[in-house]
């Protein structure tokens, strides 16, 4: 009996350990491709912005969204380092800092996904509605807003300079572990509550423009493609203008966003209610909690006509 329990126990161990390593190779698999593609929409995005005459209003706000999206897998990087246990323990500057960054990423990653549908919304009101007044604001309007989501959630995000302590080879019922080196300590109550409710006004807030802004395209949608209906002749098989293709190009993006947020949301949620999270579980919160930000840009180039002819110039020049 002693013989098959641990033979059991070992093969557990075995089949526990090879899941690990799967998890392990899935994250830096994601990272990978998830950095490559957003460095691609970054330097398109940035060169639009900057070099062409006319930019599109969206041009700053996807950069920027691949700029949040390139720092947040950076932080990924390291930390996923750290929980596949990396032999250098980190110190708490080194805690604090990617813990900061990675959480104010997260935080600003929803503003901008939220700014590109409101923008995107306002590209495609008619003439006469109410949005159109907002098609001739000058870009530095755009600049300006952006900068005002980094400050902002760079500063409700503070308490993580306080509340990340560095922790490697200690276990308490007082610290929630974030990596293997790094853990989070029960702050003051007052800056807890007021940490919460920042974060809950400003993710309702932009929940409720996210949803009103999609609501107003789906609208749009709707009667564009009544209309062509009754132009287009029933012999010719209706295309989607390139307009409709980007338009459901956001939606879907604004769709898997909205699933990924209340799916990090909830296992967040229960990890802090136990105040206690596993190596395994926390891998699998980091692998599914990142895909947004490794899929978006994939979306988004797939609806870039330029990069795509750029890329198979690239591919068939190598190959």
Request: charge should be positive; proline fraction near 3%; include cysteine.
């Given at each position: 009996?002693?013989?098959?329990f641990?033979?059991?126990?070992?093969?557990?161990?075995k089949?526990?350990?090879?899941s690990?390593?799967?998890?392990?190779n899935?994250?830096?698999?994601?990272?990978?491709i998830?950095i490559?593609?957003?460095t691609?929409?970054?330097l398109?995005?940035a060169?639009?912005?900057?070099?062409?005459?006319?930019p599109?209003s969206?041009?700053?706000?996807?950069?920027n969204l691949?700029?949040?999206?390139?720092?947040m897998?950076?932080t990924v990087a390291?930390?996923?380092?750290?929980?596949f246990g990396?032999?250098?323990?980190?110190?708490d500057i080194?805690?604090?800092l990617v813990?900061?960054?990675y959480?104010?990423?997260?935080g600003?990653s929803?503003c901008?996904t939220?700014?590109?549908?409101?923008?995107?919304?306002?590209t495609l009101?008619?003439?006469n509605s109410?949005l159109?007044?907002?098609?001739?604001?000058p870009?530095?309007h755009n600049l300006?807003c952006?900068?005002?989501?980094?400050?902002f959630n760079?500063?409700i995000?503070?308490?993580?300079?306080?509340?990340?302590?560095?922790?490697?080879?200690?276990?308490?019922?007082?610290l929630?572990?974030?990596?293997?080196?790094?853990?989070?300590?029960?702050?003051?109550?007052?800056?807890?509550?007021?940490?919460?409710v920042?974060?809950?006004i400003?993710d309702?807030?932009?929940?409720?423009?996210m949803a009103?802004?999609s609501?107003?395209?789906?609208t749009?949608l709707?009667?564009?493609k009544?209309q062509?209906?009754?132009?287009?002749?029933?012999k010719?098989s209706p295309?989607?203008s390139?307009?409709?293709?980007?338009?459901?190009?956001?939606l879907?993006l604004?769709s898997?966003?909205?699933?990924?947020?209340?799916?990090?949301?909830?296992?967040s949620?229960?990890?802090?209610?136990?105040w206690d999270?596993?190596s395994?579980r926390?891998?699998?919160?980091?692998?599914?909690?990142?895909?947004?930000?490794?899929i978006?840009?994939l979306?988004?180039?797939?609806?870039?006509?330029?990069?795509i002819?750029?890329l198979k110039?690239?591919w068939?020049?190598?190959h």
């Amino acid at each position: 009996m002693a013989k098959i329990f641990t033979f059991n126990s070992t093969n557990m161990k075995k089949n526990r350990l090879s899941s690990f390593i799967d998890i392990r190779n899935a994250i830096f698999s994601e990272v990978a491709i998830g950095i490559l593609a957003n460095t691609i929409l970054l330097l398109f995005h940035a060169h639009n912005f900057l070099l062409e005459h006319r930019p599109k209003s969206t041009d700053l706000t996807i950069g920027n969204l691949a700029l949040i999206h390139i720092v947040m897998l950076l932080t990924v990087a390291f930390m996923a380092t750290d929980t596949f246990g990396s032999q250098k323990t980190w110190d708490d500057i080194q805690c604090k800092l990617v813990v900061y960054l990675y959480s104010s990423m997260r935080g600003l990653s929803i503003c901008a996904t939220c700014l590109l549908s409101v923008l995107w919304a306002i590209t495609l009101s008619p003439r006469n509605s109410r949005l159109a007044k907002f098609k001739l604001r000058p870009s530095h309007h755009n600049l300006y807003c952006t900068l005002f989501l980094w400050v902002f959630n760079m500063f409700i995000n503070g308490s993580f300079l306080l509340s990340t302590i560095a922790t490697p080879n200690v276990t308490s019922a007082h610290l929630l572990r974030v990596t293997e080196s790094c853990s989070l300590r029960p702050v003051i109550h007052f800056l807890r509550y007021v940490q919460f409710v920042l974060r809950t006004i400003q993710d309702i807030c932009l929940l409720g423009l996210m949803a009103l802004s999609s609501g107003y395209m789906v609208t749009l949608l709707y009667r564009h493609k009544r209309q062509t209906q009754h132009l287009q002749s029933t012999k010719l098989s209706p295309k989607a203008s390139p307009g409709e293709r980007a338009t459901q190009t956001i939606l879907f993006l604004m769709s898997f966003f909205v699933v990924m947020y209340f799916w990090d949301i909830t296992v967040s949620w229960f990890s802090r209610m136990l105040w206690d999270i596993d190596s395994v579980r926390m891998c699998v919160q980091m692998l599914v909690g990142n895909g947004y930000a490794s899929i978006s840009p994939l979306v988004l180039i797939s609806t870039e006509k330029r990069i795509i002819k750029v890329l198979k110039y690239i591919w068939v020049r190598w190959h």
